[in-house]
């Protein structure tokens, strides 16, 4: 569960950012009350049947809500969940981060996810503040905080056409932060802007010009795949390789974009309004609000399944006959506007660089996958 409390409102003016477009689906105030955090907790807790409940807090920038706003959520995790393990989650961009939020984030043991996108050239064109200055600084001013006071941390890097082309710069750029754990997100933005109508797909040729192709995404995955082999496994640990493994061994993904179906991962807005996902915050995919109706509902409802199911039942034949289907099962479907020679539609727009990165790390994961159930250790060894 995505929680957004403070909605689309951001400090910064990134200019890939699809959600601080959702500000229009909710003018005036944008900041959820304690009153709407009190239910969302309660609710989230009495509708999670694990002993263990997760929250994830994002936006926006869910620091503009404060340290109180976090505190009173830890107090009513505490009271409305004696017994259970509750985490939390926090996305930031990690300017407004300080020596308080340090201590409060290592108290209760938040895992933070910061926004880092590579060196200044590459990080300051894309995310700049509402004056058009660049945010690295801050940034790293922000995840120095995070490792002064020793808190779980990952970076999140968003892949466009502009850093795509340096791979290793933007790699070793993040290993040299001190990073060890790592995300890489594709940009794949459509042209046309962001509309309640998510059904009138563009051509793939609408994309804008900040968007990775996929020739480029697949090199850029490749290229840091070979860095990272040389020295750093098992000791930076990248998301996408490590998620990859876990499907060369046979066990389910553990990210949505490469599960069969989708639909776990709902958006919660300020308000209490829940949509499908947090791509998908349109009107048509609003499936209710957590005042009035209960969250084990809406996220095992027919809307909501069939929200998921349809991932996989409209998978074209050409994903369907892919020796790769078990490794991307598509992608995300948000990413579903390239046509086939054929005419077909539906293809990813990413799979012919998820085509090549496979073929390429294919040979490397199948000897990994026999070390490990030899018991073999993998650091060192490649």
Not at 261 to 281: F, I, K, P, Q, T
Not at 315 to 322: I, S, V
Request: hydrophobic share 40%.
């Amino acid at each position: 569960m995505l929680a957004k409390p403070a909605g689309g409102s951001c400090n910064l003016d990134c200019s890939y950012c699809f959600y601080t477009k959702k500000t229009a689906l909710y003018p005036g105030p944008r900041r959820m009350t304690v009153a709407a955090l009190e239910r969302f907790v309660q609710a989230m807790i009495e509708a999670t049947p694990t002993r263990e409940v997760a929250f994830a807090w994002q936006g926006g920038e869910p620091t503009l809500m404060g340290i109180d706003f976090y505190a009173r959520a830890v107090e009513f995790q505490q009271h409305y969940g004696p017994g259970r393990v509750i985490t939390n989650a926090l996305q930031t961009n990690g300017t407004l981060l300080d020596d308080d939020w340090g201590r409060f984030l290592a108290r209760h043991k938040f895992l933070v996810g910061i926004s880092i996108d590579g060196p200044r050239e590459v990080h300051d064109d894309q995310r700049c503040d509402r004056r058009g200055l660049g945010s690295l600084d801050r940034v790293l001013q922000g995840l120095k905080v995070l490792q002064r006071h020793q808190v779980d941390y990952n970076v999140l890097t968003v892949v466009s056409a502009l850093n795509a082309a340096y791979p290793e710069v933007v790699y070793r750029f993040l290993r040299k932060t001190g990073a060890r754990h790592l995300q890489f997100i594709p940009l794949v933005e459509r042209a046309v802007g962001d509309c309640d109508d998510i059904d009138a797909l563009p051509d793939e040729a609408r994309l804008t010009r900040r968007s990775v192709s996929a020739a480029a995404y697949g090199e850029f995955l490749c290229r840091v795949f070979d860095e990272w082999l040389k020295r750093d496994v098992g000791r930076v640990f990248v998301r996408d390789f490590e998620d990859m493994l876990n499907l060369w061994m046979g066990h389910p993904a553990t990210v949505c974009v490469r599960s069969a179906e989708c639909g776990r991962a709902l958006a919660v807005e300020h308000n209490g309004d829940m949509y499908s996902c947090d791509h998908y915050v349109y009107r048509d995919h609003r499936i209710g609000n957590f005042w009035r109706d209960p969250i084990a509902v809406m996220v095992d409802g027919e809307p909501q399944r069939a929200f998921g199911r349809a991932k996989r039942e409209t998978l074209p034949q050409k994903c369907r006959e892919c020796r790769w289907l078990f490794a991307c099962q598509g992608g995300c479907p948000k990413h579903r506007m390239a046509r086939r020679a054929t005419g077909e539609r539906g293809l990813n727009h990413l799979c012919a660089g998820w085509q090549r990165f496979c073929e390429h790390a294919d040979p490397t994961l199948r000897w990994m996958v026999g070390e490990l159930r030899a018991g073999r250790p993998l650091v060192g060894r490649r």
